[in-house]
């Protein structure tokens, strides 16, 4: 077999980088030293090529080796060098191998300076950066429209904006690659309109059509500033230059579109695909996910998988959260055994977002176990962990957990919601106005509406009605919906009408078509003995036609979510439903049980009552989860609104009957019935 030239071994080795196929180079180096050994005389392009073909495929080591031996080093080999350790990640190296060029008295070229200027910006070392610039401008090679965008990029990135910008106008020349890099970055940098009033100036200066890049830096602009008018001006725009079939350009519009509240016309990119990445199905389950479009998320994830991609942390965190939002804690399960399948569980996000998923699934269990597995926490971890304890009413785990938090990170104002949340279900009310007076004198955050809110339910909530109702008047800022919402809860369980009419005439002022004030305000007349009141309530609410929002619980049952109506008698199984609220009904009676009947609507005879109150929705979802869940996997049922008294009673006593534990998530927080009890010791 004849020898292979030079030109050809070095189109195998560029061959070689292009598929890194590492055997096929190695095998050209072999051959390499054999061509060289025949000959005796050096080649030295070709110890270009093997530096760069090492390199690029990341290994190192031989590429420092061929470069020690070669004949002679010239800046393509040291650039070579360098540009590998670059794209590769190894940016202290590729750095150190610059000051051994110039230790060799070579000087870079417009192709080494801006792998020094991209390891610089990626180390975040200005001064080194600022080094690298001096030396471009000393050896003329900064008028080099690739060196001066690699130095404008560079400036970018390490937060030096006004350097980057004076640089961009001392420009000479500036390219498509230039501009891209200044709308880019000034997106990034949080300065979405300056994006795009630099890609107005960049389609009056005439410099070329916009690329796809220029098109999704754009579009981020777009959706970080909301701006649905621009965003969709840009969509015809790049219909008109046919930019409709790339990728990434259709991923940036389901992006812009999600973020603005589009979901409609995400639909419409996304059905409109004819290929989608895994950028395209993570957009769609976020666009879904940040939407209320929970199910839809994960029936969108669920197609991903049959389409045969694998899941990346960015798409496994969206649907984790979406599967949070349900309480959809078996699927939630299944995605958390796909991401250590994945090799993904150990990334900060996805654990994150398993926290707060575990911990909004009420199994605070698995929430602590997966927390304390993180190798690395975030402020939204510690965030999900305290507000987990929170919803189970643990108010000294919540407590202890924020004063190990603050060792480590700062508190935000997200964290003081959760604290304060939870000293307000736990009732630790003094430990709680502590907290709360810490924010402004040691961590500096002013309270928001959130914080009074829980203030004004930790007071309120332990019957410190007047207490709280003087903290409202103080209040810097107007009551919100939640605060008044607080109080007149609070007068309503504490007997106090005089204040819960206040709070309930600010709410009508707020909010005047929510009828669940006017039902609040109303069981509180009824409570108090005040029946021509509460019929007047009543009487208002019909007068403008305001109906009642309808209690609804579900609960999971071999992987269906079955929804339950007060009275509700349409379930398949209701036959089945019945006989077991019979049965419970039979069993509680002869325990001594006596139902609330101060939860039913009081124009009733008593009798009626009492079955009014046996049929409230909640109690229709257990009977269904007893004879459709195993015994020994615990009942989880969902409510969209708070738990009654009698259905609390009643379920703790149902707990004990049969031995079964129950975990009730309303719209407030976690009831764990157990043995009798409840995780909130009748303090909600």
Not at 136 to 161: E, N, R, T, W
Not at 219 to 224: G, K, Q, T, V
Not at 278 to 298: D, F, P, R
Not at 605 to 613: A, G, Y
């Amino acid at each position: 077999m004849p020898a292979l030239s030079p030109n050809a071994l070095a189109s195998l080795l560029e061959s070689a980088v292009s598929t890194r196929h590492a055997f096929l180079g190695r095998a050209t180096h072999a051959q390499i030293i054999k061509t060289l050994l025949a000959s005796q005389h050096p080649i030295p392009f070709l110890d270009n090529h093997l530096v760069n073909f090492y390199s690029k495929i990341d290994l190192p080591g031989p590429a420092e080796l061929v470069l020690r031996r070669a004949s002679s080093r010239s800046v393509v080999t040291w650039t070579s060098l360098i540009s590998g350790c670059v794209q590769n990640g190894h940016f202290s190296v590729a750095l150190q191998h610059f000051a051994s060029m110039r230790h060799e008295d070579i000087l870079p070229n417009d192709f080494t300076f801006p792998c020094a200027f991209k390891a610089a910006a990626s180390l975040k070392l200005q001064c080194i950066g600022r080094q690298v610039h001096a030396l471009a401008v000393k050896i003329g090679q900064i008028a080099s429209v690739f060196v001066g965008c690699g130095a404008f990029d560079m400036y970018s990135k390490i937060g030096l904006v006004s350097e980057a910008g004076k640089l961009f106008d001392e420009m000479p020349e500036r390219n498509i690659v230039t501009w891209n890099a200044y709308i880019s970055n000034a997106v990034l940098d949080g300065r979405p309109m300056v994006g795009v009033s630099a890609f107005v100036e960049f389609r009056r200066a005439g410099v070329g059509e916009p690329d796809a890049i220029t098109l999704c830096a754009f579009l981020n602009a777009c959706a970080d500033t909301l701006n649905l008018v621009l965003g969709r001006q840009l969509h015809g725009f790049l219909i008109r230059g046919g930019f409709e079939d790339d990728v990434s350009v259709s991923n940036g519009l389901i992006d812009c579109y999600g973020k603005c509240k589009e979901v409609g016309l995400a639909e419409m990119v996304f059905d409109g695909m004819e290929r989608r990445n895994l950028v395209s199905w993570g957009s769609m389950v976020a666009t879904y996910e940040q939407n209320g479009e929970k199910e839809k998320a994960c029936m969108v994830f669920m197609e991903c998988r049959k389409e045969g991609f694998e899941p990346t942390d960015y798409l496994i965190s969206s649907v984790i959260s979406a599967c949070a939002e349900l309480a959809g804690l078996e699927m939630g399960r299944s995605v958390h055994a796909l991401a250590v399948k994945s090799c993904v569980d150990a990334d900060i996000f996805v654990g994150s977002a398993l926290v707060d998923m575990y911990g909004k699934c009420g199994s605070i269990s698995d929430a602590k176990q997966t927390f304390d597995e993180m190798p690395e926490k975030n402020l939204f971890a510690w965030n999900a962990m305290i507000s987990g304890y929170a919803h189970q009413g643990h108010a000294d785990m919540a407590i202890a957990l924020f004063k190990q938090m603050t060792s480590k990170v700062a508190p935000n104002y997200v964290t003081f919601v959760c604290v304060l949340s939870a000293c307000s279900r736990g009732g630790v009310v003094e430990t709680g106005m502590d907290v709360y007076e810490s924010m402004r004198k040691r961590y500096h955050i002013e309270p928001g509406p959130e914080h009074y809110a829980c203030v004004v339910d930790m007071l309120a909530r332990s019957g410190m009605v007047e207490r709280a109702y003087d903290f409202v008047k103080r209040l810097p800022i107007r009551p919100t919906i939640s605060i008044w919402g607080a109080l007149l809860n609070a007068c309503r369980v504490h007997g106090k009408p005089e204040i819960g009419k206040v709070a309930a005439d600010k709410l009508f002022e707020l909010d005047p078509k929510d009828s669940g004030n006017h039902v609040l305000l109303s069981n509180m007349f009824v409570a108090a003995g005040r029946w021509d009141e509460a019929t007047l309530v009543r009487r208002e609410m019909n007068d403008v036609g305001m109906k009642k929002d309808a209690g609804c619980s579900w609960i999971t049952a071999q992987s269906r979510v079955h929804f339950f109506q007060a009275k509700d008698t349409c379930h398949e199984r209701n036959s089945e439903i019945q006989d077991m609220l019979a049965k419970l009904k039979q069993q509680m009676e002869a325990s001594g049980y006596i139902p609330d009947t101060s939860y039913a609507l009081h124009d009733l005879e008593e009798e009626e009552k009492s079955t009014e109150v046996w049929h409230h929705s909640e109690k229709i979802a257990l009977a269904f989860g007893l004879i459709a869940i195993p015994h020994g996997v615990p009942i989880r049922i969902m409510k969209n609104l708070r738990i009654c008294g009698d259905c609390h009673s009643a379920f703790k006593c149902i707990s004990a009957i049969v031995g079964r534990e129950i975990l009730v998530r309303d719209n407030n927080r976690f009831h764990r019935f157990w043995d009798g009890q409840c995780s909130c010791k009748d303090y909600w």
